[in-house]
């Protein structure tokens, strides 16, 4: 357990900041001080071997590409990620996207699509298009609208694409990318001229605007190690601070950013960002086996014991209703300027 004392003493970058998107007020009415448990492309085909799975620390993996993204690819995170795309939408307030996309786009490009529950709520909500979903796991259901289909490919190799798209939307990437700055300008490439991108993403940097997270905390020591194990990985584990810069630079227009605050638990006094803690509450706490015993073990050399012991200590503390902490989430669109290629 050396490296806790390690990333503690001297992590690479700062874990907490004091300037937050915004700040959210406390709800100093919640009487007991923790939660409850309430609370047209080349694509590789779908052969026998990509649906065959890798098996670490008692957690499923992807094959294709095996190692290339550290989160399991199991039930009990699939049913996670579905709840973090109903996050998702709560953040949007009911919507799948801000980029005006008009009524009839005709084909949508899902970049990392997981699941692929937002790719089948878009067909659903827009009959007109024809939606492809692209991750590395074969982990997408069968019974989907008529409109949507999958692909099992590395959205960091080149994009092969022979059809322009109308929109293509890229959410929670979070150290699962090397090189940015070509998903980003691979976007631009495979978009028709006037179409839209779209990225969402996390700044996992910490924020406590009313000092409640005690310097000596293992939700701190937690984020530091992340941030230390990322580093060696070369992944980024704050893109969505990045996103707005990278999508200027690769020669998009009409580029807009929203900043959302996402709180860690019902601490807030406000409704919408209760519910809104609520469930990132839940989300939070189940994932921290998923994203962590992989990047801990293979990175940082803990066991698999040491990993789920500092764990629990870590969910605990977000169970603490007297620390309040949130993150930053990004919204950046633009839009591909009409007469480029």
């Not at 448990?37 to 294709?64: C, P, V, W």
């Not at 289909?149 to 960091?156: G, K, L, N, P, T």
């Not at 070509?182 to 940097?205: N, S």
């Not at 977000?318 to 990004?330: A, P, S, T």
Request: hydrophobic share 35%; proline share 6%.
């Amino acid at each position: 357990m050396a490296e806790v004392a390690e990333a503690a003493e001297a992590p690479t970058e700062p874990a907490t900041v004091s300037a937050p998107a915004a700040t959210v007020e406390v709800d100093t009415d919640e009487g007991d001080s923790s939660y409850g448990d309430d609370s047209e492309s080349y694509t590789t085909s779908l052969s026998s071997g990509i649906r065959n799975h890798t098996y670490e620390n008692g957690r499923r993996y992807h094959a294709f590409r095996a190692g290339t993204y550290y989160a399991p690819n199991d039930e009990a995170e699939n049913d996670r990620l579905d709840m973090h795309h109903h996050l998702a939408t709560l953040l949007l307030k009911g919507r799948l996207h801000v980029a005006p996309i008009g009524a009839n786009p005709q084909r949508i490009l899902d970049v990392g699509c997981g699941t692929g529950i937002w790719a089948i709520d878009m067909g659903d909500e827009y009959p007109s298009a024809q939606i492809v979903g692209v991750d590395l796991s074969p982990t997408q259901p069968s019974l989907v609208p008529p409109n949507v289909q999958f692909e099992i490919d590395d959205v960091e190799g080149d994009w092969t694409y022979n059809t322009p798209f109308d929109f293509i939307h890229t959410r929670f990437m979070v150290a699962s990318i090397v090189n940015w700055p070509k998903l980003v300008k691979q976007t631009f490439t495979h978009l028709k001229p006037g179409g839209w991108c779209e990225f969402k993403d996390w700044d996992f940097t910490l924020h406590s605007t009313d000092n409640s997270l005690p310097p000596d905390s293992n939700i701190l020591k937690y984020h530091q190690l992340l941030f230390k194990a990322s580093d060696i990985m070369h992944r980024d584990w704050k893109p969505g601070a990045h996103l707005k810069k990278w999508v200027e630079e690769a020669g998009f227009e009409n580029v807009e950013e929203q900043v959302l605050v996402v709180p860690i638990g019902t601490w807030p006094k406000d409704k919408h960002y209760k519910e809104i803690g609520a469930w990132h509450h839940i989300v939070k706490s189940e994932g921290l086996e998923a994203v962590s015993l992989r990047m801990f073990t293979n990175v940082l050399g803990w066991t698999p014991e040491e990993v789920l012991v500092f764990l629990t200590k870590v969910r605990a503390e977000f169970k603490d209703k007297r620390i309040h902490v949130q993150y930053n989430y990004h919204v950046v669109i633009g839009q591909k300027p009409q007469g480029t290629t």
